[in-house]
């Protein structure tokens, strides 16, 4: 679990910094204002990353409803405690992907990936034209900041969540293999 907790932290926090780098350029190259561009690139991601974790967290829990109902779940988290279950079933039970508590996986299909990512950029452009309105009080710039920066974010987003999926599968594997 400590192990979870603490890759959970380490994806949270990595996308914080890769957030705020983004955020600070895209910024500066709309309103040529290093101090509005760091303002912008302070405050939003610090919102974006409270946003990113529940995002992340909202999809954890349809993806995990997805693969199995409440039933099998406990069902099968009783037999698993029990010992019943070898490592392969284990592995099987849990869609493959070596399950340990939280997944951050990306969805299997091409419709769960792009529904994904188009929920990410909705809720990246709301906040990011909120808190652009509220630092420079112009809607022009908000909107173009709230338009152009969630997009490239988006891109990252994607990056940044197949790296994590890659990262989880490998030490699943690890894992798997020790067992």
Request: hydrophobic letters at 50%; glycine letters at 6%; a positive charge.
């Given at each position: 679990?400590?192990?979870?907790?603490?890759?959970?932290?380490?994806?949270?926090?990595?996308?914080g910094v890769m957030h705020l780098v983004v955020a600070i350029l895209v910024a500066f190259a709309i309103t040529?204002?290093?101090?509005?561009?760091?303002?912008?690139?302070?405050?939003?991601?610090?919102?974006?990353?409270?946003?990113?974790?529940?995002?992340?967290?909202?999809?954890?829990?349809?993806?995990?409803?997805?693969?199995?109902?409440?039933?099998?779940?406990?069902?099968?988290?009783?037999?698993?405690?029990?010992?019943?279950?070898?490592?392969?079933?284990?592995?099987?039970?849990?869609?493959?992907?070596?399950?340990?508590?939280?997944?951050?996986?990306?969805?299997?299909?091409?419709?769960?990936?792009?529904?994904?990512?188009?929920?990410?950029?909705?809720?990246?452009?709301?906040?990011?034209?909120?808190?652009?309105?509220a630092l420079t009080q112009n809607w022009r710039l908000a909107l173009a900041i709230g338009v152009i920066e969630?997009?490239?974010?988006?891109?990252?987003?994607?990056?940044?969540?197949?790296?994590?999926?890659?990262?989880?599968?490998?030490?699943?594997?690890?894992?798997?293999?020790?067992?």
């Amino acid at each position: 679990m400590i192990s979870t907790a603490r890759r959970l932290a380490l994806k949270i926090a990595s996308y914080g910094v890769m957030h705020l780098v983004v955020a600070i350029l895209v910024a500066f190259a709309i309103t040529r204002d290093w101090r509005l561009a760091l303002a912008v690139g302070v405050v939003e991601p610090f919102f974006q990353t409270i946003a990113y974790s529940i995002h992340d967290r909202v999809w954890h829990r349809i993806e995990r409803r997805k693969m199995l109902s409440g039933v099998e779940e406990a069902s099968e988290a009783f037999t698993a405690r029990l010992g019943m279950m070898t490592p392969e079933e284990q592995t099987r039970a849990h869609g493959g992907h070596g399950h340990h508590g939280h997944s951050h996986a990306l969805p299997r299909s091409f419709r769960q990936i792009a529904l994904k990512t188009v929920t990410y950029g909705v809720m990246h452009f709301a906040v990011a034209v909120a808190v652009a309105f509220a630092l420079t009080q112009n809607w022009r710039l908000a909107l173009a900041i709230g338009v152009i920066e969630p997009l490239v974010q988006t891109v990252f987003f994607t990056v940044h969540d197949r790296v994590w999926t890659r990262i989880e599968a490998r030490k699943a594997r690890a894992r798997l293999a020790e067992a």
